[in-house]
């Protein structure tokens, strides 16, 4: 099974901030990568597919980019909204895998 | 809209079964290949396994293979997980997903249920 690590597990931000997240996987998976948020007691939600591109519906202060092994979601500006934990996850291979999960919280 | 509503979760005795069902709406159900995922409580999302559009195709975690079967009634709008020989471990949030892309079951999911809770305990 392919593993995904994310990182950090978890961080402070404050509303109008910048936050990165980062997810390697254990082996190349190309851009068969997804990110979803999961805010407390909800299911999750799909934010990014196919490492960059953009669910329909999700605000454009979500990004990803990366290939190969290498991952990264961005939100360019911090809303109270996005309070939530995030997971990478791989569909290039199965079982799909997903990361720890990293947890946004207010500073 | 595409609505996916789990049910038949709750509290069970190791070595005891229990039978899942979602019920999806608002899509061609019959089209797309369906999943169910797991989160143990606090704990990250896991996988469990998939059924091919057609009912031809069906893969599982490692952990629940042997023990658990994933079903649908397209006629019925409905995809099922029969959970046998339950383990402690199995405890968790138990949610249905849908794949993004018709004739697909590689796992990116456009639409989660609300899931339903599976506790195991004596």
């Known amino acids: 099974d392919i593993q995904m690590t994310q990182s950090p597990s978890s961080l402070s931000a404050s509303v109008g901030d910048r936050v990165t997240i980062t997810c390697r996987a254990s082996?190349?998976?190309?851009?068969?990568l997804n990110w979803c948020q999961q805010r407390p007691g909800k299911a999750p939600k799909l934010l990014i597919f196919?490492?960059?591109s953009l669910q329909s519906g999700v605000p454009s202060r979500f990004s990803g980019s990366g290939s190969g092994t290498d991952f990264t979601l961005t939100i360019s500006s911090l809303q109270p909204e996005d309070f939530a934990t995030y997971y990478c996850q791989q569909t290039y291979s199965t079982p799909p895998t997903f990361g720890q999960g990293t947890t946004v919280e207010i500073k | 809209q595409v609505q996916l509503v789990e049910s038949g979760g709750g509290v069970v005795q190791p070595g005891r079964s229990l039978r899942l069902s979602c019920a999806a709406s608002g899509f061609t159900f019959s089209s797309y290949g369906m999943h169910w995922v797991r989160q143990a409580p606090g704990k990250g999302l896991e996988w469990v396994a998939v059924?091919?559009?057609?009912?031809?195709?069906?893969y599982y975690a490692d952990s629940v293979k042997g023990r658990f079967t994933i079903s649908r009634d397209n006629s019925k709008n409905t995809l099922y997980l029969q959970m046998n020989n339950l383990r402690t471990e199995d405890t968790a949030v138990y949610y249905c997903?849908?794949?993004?892309?018709?004739?697909?079951?590689?796992?990116?999911?456009?639409?989660w249920g609300q899931g339903t809770l599976v506790t195991v305990s004596s």
């Open positions: 196919a490492a960059s």
């Open positions: 059924v091919s559009y057609d009912k031809n195709n069906k």
């Open positions: 997903a849908k794949d993004k892309y018709s004739d697909s079951g590689v796992g990116l999911f456009d639409y």
């Open positions: 082996q190349s998976i190309s851009s068969y």
